[in-house]
């Protein structure tokens, strides 16, 4: 059977996925930015970039729960849309496993980062928004 793929072209500043989405397809980046982030109250954080050559969504991919974050494009983006059923249809049963199995151990640490932050410590980490940013963000996710 075929993969169902399908490809999408979004624009600078526009939302992809909302975390807490019923969705579990998975993204390739062909080329162009996003800006993975997570919304605490009024705070987005910067959690990663996706560039050109990359993949997201692969958590709800694996494990079929929510989206684990916001995904906003930094610029003008293309990508293919990777059906989740068509695509689990190509893999084997032991690596579907597997790879679940691993994406519970990052939501555990995903939920314990989120609850008792971490120590970095020369760490390369995204360096956080600015306030106008961070406003510019949060209402771009908090308008549906």
Not at 2 to 9: D, G, P, Q
Not at 50 to 66: H, Q, T, V
Not at 67 to 80: G, H, N, W, Y
Request: proline fraction near 3%.
């Amino acid at each position: 059977m075929a993969i169902e793929t399908s490809t999408l072209k979004i624009k600078k500043h526009e939302v992809l996925c909302r975390e807490g989405a019923e969705e579990s397809d998975l993204y390739f980046v062909t080329n162009g930015l996003l800006l993975i982030c997570s919304r605490s109250g009024h705070m987005v954080t910067p959690l990663a970039h996706i560039k050109a050559g990359e993949y997201f969504g692969e958590m709800s991919f694996f494990d079929k729960l929510p989206r684990s974050a916001d995904v906003i494009a930094l610029e003008d983006t293309k990508l293919v849309k990777i059906s989740s059923e068509s695509l689990k249809e190509q893999i084997p049963t032991w690596l579907l496993v597997m790879a679940k199995q691993m994406t519970n151990k990052l939501r555990i640490m995903d939920t314990v980062i989120s609850d008792k932050g971490i120590k970095r410590t020369k760490v390369k980490t995204l360096k956080p928004l600015s306030m106008e940013e961070q406003r510019f963000y949060y209402q771009l996710l908090s308008n549906k």
